[in-house]
């Protein structure tokens, strides 16, 4: 028997999740992204639910390890803040190997508060992502024309609007610009 690298697995199944959804995937879609077999998948994952999380918490590493190379790489080019900003609301992951929209936002919308534990994971996803724009807020605290958490909040919703469009229509240029001129409001920037 074949062991197959979990991360990868559970990058195929995330994959598998954001483009058709939760209600829309099988568990035979499921293995085949993955490539268990059926009782690979059932020893591992006993269940559909149980690989979406397992999907959101492989969402949740890609997630930090985009949005800090992405910091990294715009501070070391000294991209101003708002910039910065904009840019981390567009992610996910910004490339053609992720499909278009949020994985997060897409499952809220999808699923909503049917499912509490996957809820608060998703929850628990969005507050994580919130606290990271509220550090690259904090050193401009006296320049925001609101507080901090108020602003990281408004960006959070900036973001998942932008997700929201980013689905149907994954316009770059068009998707930037309103990231930016929303990022620009909110913190006083225009």
């Not at 507080?147 to 932008?162: D, F, H, N, P």
Request: hydrophobic share 45%; proline share 4%.
């Amino acid at each position: 028997m074949v062991v197959k690298d979990a991360s990868v697995v559970e990058t195929a199944m995330m994959i598998q999740f954001w483009q058709r959804g939760y209600y829309q995937t099988t568990v035979d879609d499921l293995l085949t992204v993955s490539q268990l077999s059926r009782t690979q998948f059932y020893r591992q994952y006993h269940s559909k639910r149980v690989a979406l999380r397992r999907s959101l918490e492989r969402y949740q590493i890609t997630l930090d390890e985009q949005l800090d190379q992405l910091i990294q790489r715009e501070r070391a080019r000294q991209t101003p803040l708002p910039a910065l900003i904009a840019a981390c609301l567009r992610l996910p992951f910004q490339s053609e190997r992720w499909p278009a929209g949020c994985l997060m936002v897409n499952l809220m919308a999808e699923i909503g508060s049917q499912d509490a534990s996957l809820m608060a994971q998703l929850q628990t996803i969005y507050a994580d992502l919130q606290t990271r724009l509220v550090g690259l807020l904090s050193p401009q605290a006296k320049t925001l024309p609101t507080t901090v958490a108020e602003a990281a909040a408004s960006l959070m919703q900036v973001r998942s609007g932008i997700q929201l469009l980013a689905k149907p229509d994954p316009s770059g240029a068009q998707l930037k610009q309103q990231a930016q001129t929303s990022v620009n409001l909110i913190m006083g920037a225009v």
